[in-house]
């Protein structure tokens, strides 16, 4: 009987360390499944964000390429602007070097002529105007030449002066 006692006291106990180790291996199994959830949910959301980050990526790189493709053309533009600008400089200097249409340079020698000075001829090219004149009186002409230096016309020429029949002074000038 004392060995059916031991044995039984032996059961009762493998059966509560049995009880234990189940109990164990069930929580061990728990955990083990938990552990596998956050860590299958840790790789979904990785593999998200590394998908979304992706996405940005490629969004960014497209804009990217787009702006440079954007900036070249406004090189382009830029380009084109500045060798616009630079002839229209080089355009204004040239025409304010240039003398007027004949028209418009004529009409401006009238303006400065004096009422008291006789134009005797006048011919016109696009470089010169050519102007013979008399006048009884010096001033008149004195007073023309004073004029006539003020104004826009950066060379003018007395090609002759005397004093002509009828006591005239007749004078005779270029242009330019």
Do not use: C, H, W
């Not at 960014?60 to 400089?89: F, H, P, Y």
């Not at 004096?114 to 090219?125: F, K």
């Amino acid at each position: 009987m004392n060995t059916i006692k031991k044995s039984l006291n032996l059961l009762a106990k493998e059966q509560e360390k049995s009880t234990r180790v189940n109990r164990l291996a069930g929580n061990l199994k728990k955990a083990s499944i938990a552990l596998i959830a956050i860590y299958t949910l840790v790789v979904i959301l990785l593999v998200g964000a590394s998908l979304l980050f992706y996405q940005q990526k490629t969004k960014i790189q497209n804009q990217n390429q787009k702006l440079v493709r954007e900036v070249d053309a406004q090189r382009n533009k830029e380009g084109i602007l500045q060798t616009l600008k630079n002839r229209i400089s080089l355009a204004r200097a040239v025409s304010a070097q240039s003398l007027k249409f004949p028209i418009e340079a004529i009409d401006e020698v009238f303006k400065t002529v004096p009422q008291n000075l006789e134009v005797t001829s006048l011919s016109a090219d696009q470089e010169k105007i050519s102007l013979s004149s008399s006048s009884t009186n010096s001033a008149n002409i004195s007073s023309f030449f004073s004029v006539l230096e003020k104004t826009q016309f950066p060379q003018i020429t007395i090609n002759s002066l005397s004093l002509g029949k009828e006591k005239k002074f007749v004078f005779s000038l270029d242009i330019k």
